[in-house]
């Protein structure tokens, strides 16, 4: 790889032309990792801290060296994001603004400019995924993807759509996954390599000879702590209640043990069987899964006095208080809360001024670790962001603290911007203070700064996160981990768990390098297979195809390809309908050209004069029971706009699924048809959906000759439905509320001028609507 050979210890700086000098430290496993995987797609497995992003960027730099084209980098979060953007800037010798970050605060129309201006682009996937949807961007000129975090892969994740779209479509497609642990087990990791299309496999531990010069040993203790009588006595309410909830359901036959302390694999039992019950047409699954929802709010309570602090108990009853009282309030939450041994827990939460025995324990050991050994740094995880504000104000009265937790807001608390993310981390690497409390989002490879202690404030259950935590500490010189536990809880049980997931890790990461030839078999056995079955495809080309006959009778007309049509076929999606894969697998077709967009009504339209609204089973049968978003309103709006409204109920067992009157269902479908116009189709599955939607939209665009509108081009209205769409405006009071409002007071200026005792006289109108119209109407218009 150009000139960047070396020792194997050496301090010296890589030399090549797109690196800038002085930036990187030569080290030679990771040279031997880039020269193969700037040849080969391949899975980089090396524990964390140890460079991972640095033979992603040798690659890079070998790539934009010999090839015209881009680099696309892609992290789960935005701190990452950040952090990597920052890297390959300070590293590669390529302009700062051709290295680009994509991600959702970027406007997606700006996105598609700043893609094709730039050279090396850091993106999270989910960006990157709805804009290849989208066609705002295209990866034919990509000739490095890497994925970071590449243990992600699996499932919906955008990961391996993205994988897939860019084998397809690369010109010299070139693939890294990067990962401290990218699997539990062979089929695990075997799983990812196959769905991002990864050949070579590149694996250290810190065993290796020429690892060992980088690392240093990390000893780990666990430190058990007794809980006060008190937190016992809360703790043991709650449990009485948990077992009481478990009592009825194993009554119901669908609860295989009634121990408060019972697994999370045991409540997934529980809900498996209450789902069967109630696809089965049990009523009783009902009850079934509102007693299930209380035991995982219970579960969540009994998690926090015994492991985190009875101040966030006491924060998450506030919580759980405030739902109960608000409009909507679930069953669950308001059983939860009445229990009388619920009540008592609260009251004695709200008594106890004591702290958990763990903070003290916490401050012993950050006090010795800057204070008897000479430290400067400690890092402390916690699961819960406000045990996270608790420990960061506690620990502040007695050392240099700061919090890094997360943007996204659960719980009401306040969360912190990416700028705020990237300049405490930068703040705590150049000394500015000495322990930083953080939730789980600094795991998945940030680049925290070694530090002499990281504290666990709880054991970690799964061994993905514990190895990247513990990834933290024993870089540049021995460090040391501690896990707090509270005996006799809950925390024992994660204990085990934590250190049997954990020694089964690092005996895969040993036994990984072994392994490897034997996996790169399989994927390129694979890969042989796949081939195989495509030549096999190939062989009768007189065979007709199935879509040959979707067309009508006229076969011959039928019988053509893509690149003998008149061009693709346009189909707009409602960006908020991307969790349902529709889009996104129609996006791989090249005869179908897909526009996101955020439409107004609908949630595809396939001409100007075809729209669809789609709804699951589930989702119809909700929205007769009286969802947020009413069926009957949604259904109006899209007949006002377009001439052929069609509504697809998607699934099986429509009469059967929930406790609705099939009368109720059938006079649903008969107003959808006779009231609004509406055609009605219902399909088996989302394939089916999928292949609906592409025959409409073709006979529409193909054979009709029309275009795609997200504005719909409807005949004009007659005057009624003019004023009802005026009046359905305001306030967005709907089209049901704004008949009655036109019926009772009989024009729309008799509507804009009414009081408030006037709307209160309409059918449908009730305080709150009658205020918001008396603001629209009566309030000067004062532009931002």
Request: proline fraction near 3%; include cysteine; glycine fraction near 6%.
């Given at each position: 790889?150009?000139?960047?050979?070396?020792?194997?210890?050496?301090?010296?700086?890589?030399?090549?032309?797109?690196?800038?000098?002085?930036?990187?430290?030569?080290?030679?496993?990771?040279?031997?990792?880039?020269?193969?995987?700037?040849?080969?797609?391949?899975?980089?497995?090396?524990?964390t801290g140890l460079g991972k992003t640095t033979v992603s960027l040798l690659v890079t730099a070998e790539r934009l060296a010999h090839l015209d084209g881009k680099s696309l980098m892609l992290a789960p979060t935005k701190p990452l994001v950040t952090q990597h953007t920052e890297f390959y800037r300070s590293a590669l010798a390529i302009d700062d603004e051709r290295i680009i970050t994509l991600t959702g605060a970027t406007p997606p129309e700006q996105r598609g400019e700043a893609w094709d201006d730039a050279t090396v682009i850091v993106a999270t996937p989910q960006v990157i995924e709805n804009d290849l949807i989208g066609s705002r961007i295209d990866l034919s000129d990509v000739v490095h993807l890497t994925f970071d975090e590449c243990h992600r892969t699996g499932g919906d994740y955008a990961y391996g759509y993205i994988a897939d779209r860019y084998h397809d479509t690369a010109t010299n497609p070139l693939v890294t996954g990067m990962s401290a642990s990218p699997g539990e087990d062979r089929d695990e990791i075997l799983e990812v390599c196959q769905r991002l299309g990864i050949t070579a496999i590149e694996v250290r531990s810190g065993d290796d000879a020429d690892v060992d010069p980088y690392t240093h040993e990390t000893e780990v203790e666990w430190i058990k702590v007794e809980l006060p009588e008190d937190i016992l006595e809360i703790r043991d309410k709650l449990r009485e209640v948990t077992k009481s909830r478990l009592e009825t359901l194993a009554e119901m036959g669908v609860a295989?043990?009634?121990?408060?302390?019972?697994?999370?694999?045991?409540?997934?039992?529980?809900?498996?069987?209450?789902?069967?019950?109630?696809?089965?047409?049990?009523?009783?699954?009902?009850?079934?899964?509102?007693?299930?929802?209380?035991?995982?709010?219970?579960?969540?309570?009994?998690?926090?006095?015994?492991?985190?602090?009875?101040?966030?108990?006491?924060?998450?009853?506030?919580?759980?208080?405030?739902?109960?009282?608000?409009?909507?309030?679930?069953?669950?939450?308001?059983?939860?809360?009445?229990?009388?041994?619920?009540?008592?827990?609260?009251?004695?939460?709200?008594?106890?001024?004591?702290?958990h025995p763990k903070f003290r324990r916490a401050r012993i050991l950050i006090a010795e670790t800057l204070g008897i050994k000479g430290g400067s740094r400690v890092l402390v995880f916690t699961e819960?962001?406000?045990?996270?504000?608790?420990?960061?104000?506690?620990?502040?009265?007695?050392?240099?603290?700061?919090?890094?937790v997360g943007q996204g807001d659960r719980e009401h608390s306040d969360g912190m911007s990416q700028r705020e993310q990237r300049e405490t981390i930068q703040a705590f690497r150049d000394g500015e203070f000495e322990v930083l409390v953080s939730t789980s989002v600094a795991e998945e490879g940030l680049d925290v700064p070694e530090v002499d202690l990281v504290l666990f404030f709880e054991p970690v259950s799964t061994a993905i996160r514990s190895i990247q935590r513990k990834g933290r500490t024993g870089r540049q010189a021995p460090g040391r981990v501690v896990v707090l536990i509270a005996k006799d809880t809950r925390d024992e049980a994660f204990f085990w768990i934590s250190r049997r997931r954990e020694q089964t890790m690092q005996d895969e990461l040993r036994t990984l390098q072994s392994i490897a030839h034997e996996i790169e078999g399989a994927l390129r056995a694979g890969d042989d297979v796949e081939a195989a079955a495509d030549a096999a495809a190939m062989r009768d080309p007189d065979q007709p195809a199935l879509d040959a006959f979707d067309s009508g009778p006229d076969d011959k007309a039928a019988v053509v390809t893509v690149d003998e049509t008149e061009?693709?076929?346009?189909?707009?999606?409602?960006?908020?309908?991307?969790?349902?894969?529709?889009?996104?697998?129609?996006?791989?077709?090249?005869?179908?050209?897909?526009?996101?967009?955020?439409?107004?009504?609908?949630?595809?339209?396939?001409s100007n004069r075809v729209a669809v609204e789609r709804k699951t089973v589930d989702d119809f049968l909700d929205s007769l029971l009286g969802s947020?978003?009413?069926?009957?309103?949604?259904?109006?709006?899209?007949?006002?706009?377009?001439?052929?409204?069609?509504?697809?109920?998607?699934?099986?067992?429509?009469y059967e699924r929930r406790n609705v009157r099939p009368e109720a269902i059938r006079g649903a479908l008969a107003s959808l048809v006779t009231d609004f116009g509406v055609s009605v189709f219902q399909t088996r599955d989302v394939n089916?959906?999928?292949?609906?939607?592409?025959?409409?939209?073709?006979?529409?665009?193909?054979?009709?000759?029309?275009?795609?509108s997200a504005h719909g081009d409807k005949r004009s209205r007659t005057l009624d439905e003019q004023q009802e769409y005026v009046v359905s405006s305001i306030a967005e009071v709907g089209p049901v509320t704004a008949r009655s409002l036109l019926e009772t007071l009989g024009s729309v200026e008799s509507v804009l001028t009414a009081s408030k005792e006037e709307l209160l006289t309409v059918d449908g109108v009730g305080e709150v609507t009658a205020d918001r119209i008396l603001r629209v109407t009566k309030e000067p218009y004062t532009p931002e």
């Amino acid at each position: 790889m150009g000139n960047m050979d070396g020792g194997a210890a050496s301090t010296e700086a890589f030399d090549h032309e797109l690196i800038v000098d002085g930036v990187i430290e030569r080290r030679r496993y990771q040279l031997d990792i880039a020269e193969r995987a700037v040849n080969e797609h391949t899975l980089v497995c090396l524990p964390t801290g140890l460079g991972k992003t640095t033979v992603s960027l040798l690659v890079t730099a070998e790539r934009l060296a010999h090839l015209d084209g881009k680099s696309l980098m892609l992290a789960p979060t935005k701190p990452l994001v950040t952090q990597h953007t920052e890297f390959y800037r300070s590293a590669l010798a390529i302009d700062d603004e051709r290295i680009i970050t994509l991600t959702g605060a970027t406007p997606p129309e700006q996105r598609g400019e700043a893609w094709d201006d730039a050279t090396v682009i850091v993106a999270t996937p989910q960006v990157i995924e709805n804009d290849l949807i989208g066609s705002r961007i295209d990866l034919s000129d990509v000739v490095h993807l890497t994925f970071d975090e590449c243990h992600r892969t699996g499932g919906d994740y955008a990961y391996g759509y993205i994988a897939d779209r860019y084998h397809d479509t690369a010109t010299n497609p070139l693939v890294t996954g990067m990962s401290a642990s990218p699997g539990e087990d062979r089929d695990e990791i075997l799983e990812v390599c196959q769905r991002l299309g990864i050949t070579a496999i590149e694996v250290r531990s810190g065993d290796d000879a020429d690892v060992d010069p980088y690392t240093h040993e990390t000893e780990v203790e666990w430190i058990k702590v007794e809980l006060p009588e008190d937190i016992l006595e809360i703790r043991d309410k709650l449990r009485e209640v948990t077992k009481s909830r478990l009592e009825t359901l194993a009554e119901m036959g669908v609860a295989e043990t009634t121990a408060p302390d019972c697994s999370q694999r045991d409540l997934n039992a529980i809900r498996a069987k209450l789902q069967q019950m109630l696809e089965a047409g049990d009523r009783s699954a009902y009850k079934g899964l509102s007693l299930h929802a209380e035991v995982m709010k219970l579960r969540r309570a009994l998690e926090l006095v015994e492991t985190q602090s009875v101040r966030a108990l006491r924060q998450y009853f506030e919580r759980r208080h405030e739902a109960a009282r608000s409009s909507g309030a679930s069953k669950a939450d308001q059983r939860f809360l009445s229990d009388p041994r619920v009540r008592d827990a609260m009251r004695m939460a709200r008594e106890y001024d004591e702290l958990h025995p763990k903070f003290r324990r916490a401050r012993i050991l950050i006090a010795e670790t800057l204070g008897i050994k000479g430290g400067s740094r400690v890092l402390v995880f916690t699961e819960s962001r406000d045990t996270a504000e608790q420990l960061t104000a506690f620990l502040g009265d007695h050392f240099s603290t700061e919090r890094f937790v997360g943007q996204g807001d659960r719980e009401h608390s306040d969360g912190m911007s990416q700028r705020e993310q990237r300049e405490t981390i930068q703040a705590f690497r150049d000394g500015e203070f000495e322990v930083l409390v953080s939730t789980s989002v600094a795991e998945e490879g940030l680049d925290v700064p070694e530090v002499d202690l990281v504290l666990f404030f709880e054991p970690v259950s799964t061994a993905i996160r514990s190895i990247q935590r513990k990834g933290r500490t024993g870089r540049q010189a021995p460090g040391r981990v501690v896990v707090l536990i509270a005996k006799d809880t809950r925390d024992e049980a994660f204990f085990w768990i934590s250190r049997r997931r954990e020694q089964t890790m690092q005996d895969e990461l040993r036994t990984l390098q072994s392994i490897a030839h034997e996996i790169e078999g399989a994927l390129r056995a694979g890969d042989d297979v796949e081939a195989a079955a495509d030549a096999a495809a190939m062989r009768d080309p007189d065979q007709p195809a199935l879509d040959a006959f979707d067309s009508g009778p006229d076969d011959k007309a039928a019988v053509v390809t893509v690149d003998e049509t008149e061009g693709s076929t346009t189909i707009i999606v409602d960006q908020r309908e991307l969790d349902a894969t529709i889009g996104r697998e129609l996006s791989k077709r090249p005869d179908i050209d897909i526009h996101l967009e955020t439409l107004s009504v609908a949630d595809y339209v396939l001409s100007n004069r075809v729209a669809v609204e789609r709804k699951t089973v589930d989702d119809f049968l909700d929205s007769l029971l009286g969802s947020d978003r009413d069926l009957f309103d949604q259904v109006s709006r899209l007949a006002q706009a377009y001439d052929r409204p069609i509504v697809i109920i998607e699934g099986d067992r429509l009469y059967e699924r929930r406790n609705v009157r099939p009368e109720a269902i059938r006079g649903a479908l008969a107003s959808l048809v006779t009231d609004f116009g509406v055609s009605v189709f219902q399909t088996r599955d989302v394939n089916e959906t999928r292949e609906l939607l592409v025959s409409i939209a073709k006979r529409e665009q193909r054979d009709g000759g029309r275009r795609a509108s997200a504005h719909g081009d409807k005949r004009s209205r007659t005057l009624d439905e003019q004023q009802e769409y005026v009046v359905s405006s305001i306030a967005e009071v709907g089209p049901v509320t704004a008949r009655s409002l036109l019926e009772t007071l009989g024009s729309v200026e008799s509507v804009l001028t009414a009081s408030k005792e006037e709307l209160l006289t309409v059918d449908g109108v009730g305080e709150v609507t009658a205020d918001r119209i008396l603001r629209v109407t009566k309030e000067p218009y004062t532009p931002e």
